[in-house]
């Protein structure tokens, strides 16, 4: 409960600058439903008139204009709020939308490690549509339907109260009905829903994988499995197609039947002179337009719950908290970045780092290798932010990182990740529109390199930078590195052939440092260093 009516307020938040047209859109629906109701009512008047005589021509002349001005103020009302909704509706739907990117991009990296990019996609396009759709097409119609029903039960009343309470129990138990179809509709839709995500996140998958499918000789499996999902969806669909085959039909019918029932009582009464021909025929009028919402309700209800169902899942990104940032500023003549007594897991209890301890002072370049796996892009990862730890702190001078503002840390870093696409190292729209040009991974991280040696920056952080480059390649790097000796790097390698004589090299196993100092120091230790360094001048050699 509680959280719906946060959901509310977060929705209604959106709405607020365009409380003015709301209003007005209010107002003109307010104002159409009046001059709906009113309409059989002049019918009812003419036709008394004309059949007790006291109608002129004149009058009867009189009458029709003011029933054609009535339709003309609902025409011209109806297009203003349908017009005002409609505009307004796109307006909010785009500050949704921007809020929503614009927090979906802080969110920590952790978050898209559980939520596939398929999903996020969905939600900030196909979930808002949705509301607007429920926005635009159902909000205030609901209302104006809702006062028309009143309405017409309160007008047939005052014309015959027999023929009121008839219709007014004809309606319990339509609405009682419906509120038993409600669970099934309700079942059929989220049904449906649920399919057609699966169904997309499926291909977005396999699209996204094919080369990979292929390689691995999987596509019949892959087939198999689409079909199944695709499967699921036509399934839903009919379900959802059945359902409607009963509902609309039923309504229907008892529209029809309420109509005879009216006919039969309202003929006997109009002969007993308790009523007039004109209130019975209104009547039949009023009938009609009470039963048009009710055979809307179906579509409508549908609506109301796709809305329902994506403002819960935009609100729980947007509740989703965004990563902390501080203010405090990078200081560019550092002292040192400390690890202290980190544990550290993406998931769960399964510890990438346990009790880590690194001291990283400014102009110090360290070299960390190890297996796959040991935790070497890991530290990157916590250094950058990107993950938090779960225990201990790191600290810059002593502050911890959760204090700093981090676009000022990330703007003193020039880092090339593993997996970094191009994508991320384009800055400006040019060079955006020219990323479908196929590049080689060698040479992304070519253009990487560049991109990142014409940065300014304190730190620089490579992790596997080199690892697609030719040797020659990697050798203009390491000279790069050397020339730049006043600021602190980190570097992830594999191969050995970027380690410079003063490097500190850290040497990771499942998350803990077992060997740490300069190459000749480790060379003397005889330790596994050691033994790497033999195998890569083994290797080398041969
Ligand atoms: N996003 C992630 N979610 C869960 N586990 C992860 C994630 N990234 C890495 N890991 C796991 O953490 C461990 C260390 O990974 P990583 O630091 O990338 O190793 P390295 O860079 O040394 O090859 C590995 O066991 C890896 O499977
Ligand atoms: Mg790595």
């Known amino acids: 409960m509680n959280r719906d009516r946060n959901i509310l307020f977060w929705l209604i938040g959106f709405a607020k600058p365009y409380i003015f047209w709301l209003i007005i859109a209010f107002s003109s629906m307010i104002l159409v439903a009046y001059f709906e109701l009113l309409i059989p009512y002049k019918i009812k008047e003419v036709i008394d008139g004309i059949l007790t005589g006291e109608m002129t021509r004149e009058l009867i002349k009189l009458s029709a204009y003011s029933i054609l001005s009535f339709i003309a103020t609902i025409f011209i009302f109806s297009s203003l709020f349908s017009y005002i909704l409609n505009i307004s509706g796109q307006k909010i739907m785009f500050s949704i939308r921007e809020s929503l990117f614009r927090h979906i991009v802080k969110l920590p990296q952790s978050y898209f490690d559980s939520n596939d990019v398929g999903r996020i996609t969905t939600r900030v396009t196909n979930d808002i549509n949705a509301l607007n759709e429920f926005y635009t097409n159902v909000l205030v119609q609901l209302v104006k339907d ?107 019918f008892t529209t029809v039947f309420t109509a005879g029932v009216i006919i039969w009582v309202g003929s006997h009464q109009v002969i007993q002179k308790s009523m007039s021909i004109g209130e019975l025929l209104a009547v039949l009028f009023y009938l009609r337009m009470m039963f048009k919402p009710i055979l809307d309700l179906a579509d409508k209800y549908n609506i109301l719950q796709s809305a329902l169902a994506a403002s819960e899942n935009l609100f729980s990104i947007i509740n989703t908290s965004s990563e902390k940032n501080g203010k405090k500023l990078f200081n560019k003549n550092f002292k040192s970045i400390v690890f202290k007594d980190i544990w550290f897991s993406y998931a769960n209890d399964n510890w990438i780092l346990k009790n880590f301890n690194l001291e990283i002072m400014n102009g110090d370049s360290f070299v960390l290798i190890g297996s796959t796996g040991s935790g070497k892009t890991t530290i990157l990862n916590l250094i950058l932010g990107f993950y938090k730890p779960q225990k201990g702190e790191i600290l810059i001078d002593g502050t911890p990182l959760d204090s700093y503002d981090m676009e000022s840390i990330r703007s003193n870093f020039s880092v090339i990740m593993q997996d970094t696409p191009l994508f991320n190292n384009v800055p400006n729209e040019d060079d955006f529109h020219n990323i479908d040009v196929i590049r080689s991974i060698g040479e992304k991280q070519i253009q990487n390199i560049k991109t990142m040696m014409d940065r300014t920056f304190q730190v620089i952080v490579l992790d596997e930078a080199t690892s697609n480059l030719d040797l020659d390649l990697e050798k203009d790097v390491k000279n790069y590195l050397e020339k730049i000796e006043n600021k602190t790097s980190i570097v992830i390698a594999h191969r050995l052939n970027l380690i410079k004589d003063n490097d500190i090299i850290i040497l990771l196993q499942n998350g803990e440092i077992i060997e740490k100092g300069t190459h000749s120091d480790l060379i003397q230790e005889k330790g596994s260093y050691f033994d790497i360094f033999r195998l890569n001048q083994n290797f080398f050699k041969n």
């Open 146 to 252: 809702f006062l028309v029903v009143i309405g017409v039960i309160f007008l047939i009343i005052s014309f015959n109260s027999l023929l009121g309470l008839i219709i007014l129990g004809i309606n319990i138990v339509v609405i009682i009905l419906a509120l038993l179809y409600k669970e099934r509709l309700r079942r059929v839709y989220s049904n449906l829903r649920r399919t057609i995500s699966q169904l997309n996140s499926f291909i977005n998958e396999s699209i996204r994988s094919i080369s990979l499918l292929k390689m691995y000789n999987k596509e019949q499996l892959n087939y198999r499995r689409f079909l199944c999902y695709s499967e699921n969806n036509y399934q839903a669909n009919l379900d959802q197609m059945y359902t409607f085959a009963m509902f609309r039909p039923f309504i229907e």
